[in-house]
């Protein structure tokens, strides 16, 4: 019987860490730098992680910040992990402040978060209004 809750996960250099939870029932997995890189302020760089993942069937994932490394103001762009990409995962970081950030081989730079697959069938229709209709940016207020 195949194990749905198994993530299985491929390290391509000596470098990779595989990912990890700090606390049992975190939702997201930190992912590690499997190289070193200086990221200038207002530059993006793609980090590599030395891992490659395979989902189990209907799963993927995405990358999303880690809120130390947010609340220096680098964070992730990008980030979403299809169920069949066995490929390098790299994580698109940002520096949008205003000192170069570095980063060393074993940091931990993003979280992995696991998402069911959802098929959806898409149609063309009318559809309902709604109490909030067409009320986006700020309509809820402070």
Known sequence: MKKQN???VRKLNNHAKLPTRAYS???????????????????????????????PERWGGVIKDRSSMAAKMI??????????????????LRNESDKPFVI??????A?????PVIDWEITETDIQDSDRNTNGFGSSGK
């Open 25 to 55: 029932g975190d939702l997201g997995y930190d992912l590690y730098a499997a190289e070193r890189h200086v990221i200038n302020p207002s530059e993006q760089k793609a980090v590599w992680t030395g891992i490659s993942v395979e989902f």
């Open 75 to 92: 964070y992730t762009s990008a980030g979403v992990i299809d169920n069949g990409y066995r490929g390098e995962i790299k994580v698109l």
């Open 6 to 8: 198994l993530l299985k």
């Open 111 to 115: 979280q992995l978060i696991p998402i």
């Open 104 to 109: 060393e081989i074993g940091d931990k730079i």
